[in-house]
Nanobody
C-alpha cells in the first residue's frame, strides 16, 4: 500500500509555470507506475500524464504535450509535474495516482491509490 500527498498548487497567471510534487509513503514507491490526473469544476477527471516505474517511459495527454513534463525521483519517493506555458483551461484540482501494474495507462479506474489533490488556478 502507498499513501500519496500532492503539493505545489497555487494561483498563477497565464503563461506562467508551476511544479507539482507528489510525495509517497513506504519503501515500495519504485514498484508503482504513477500518473497525474486533473478535474475541473463540473467536468470529469481527466488524464494528464503517466510515468513508468523506472521513469524511462512517459505518456502525455495531447492537451499538455510539449508544455508539461512528468518525472520521478525513486530515491526520494517523489513524483513531479513541471507545468509551463499555463493556460486558464489548465485550472483544476490535480491528483497523483499509483498503480501496481507496470503497464502505462490513461484510465483513471486502473489506478489503485490516489492523493487528496492540489488546486491549480490559472488567471487570464
Amino acid at each position: 500500500q502507498v499513501q500519496l500527498v500532492e503539493s505545489g498548487g497555487r494561483l498563477v497567471q497565464a503563461g506562467g509555470s508551476l511544479r507539482l510534487s507528489c510525495a509517497a509513503s513506504g519503501r515500495t514507491f519504485r514498484g508503482y507506475t504513477m500518473g497525474w490526473f486533473r478535474q475541473a469544476p463540473g467536468k470529469e477527471r481527466e488524464f494528464v500524464a503517466c510515468i513508468s516505474r523506472s521513469g524511462g517511459s512517459t505518456h502525455y495527454a495531447d492537451s499538455v504535450k510539449g508544455r508539461f513534463a512528468i518525472s520521478r525521483d525513486n530515491a526520494k519517493n517523489t513524483m513531479f509535474l513541471q507545468m509551463n506555458s499555463l493556460k486558464p483551461e489548465d485550472t483544476a484540482v490535480y491528483y497523483c495516482a499509483a498503480r501496481g501494474s507496470p503497464v502505462l495507462t490513461t484510465s483513471a479506474i486502473a489506478y489503485d491509490y490516489w492523493g487528496q489533490g492540489t488546486q491549480v488556478t490559472v488567471s487570464s
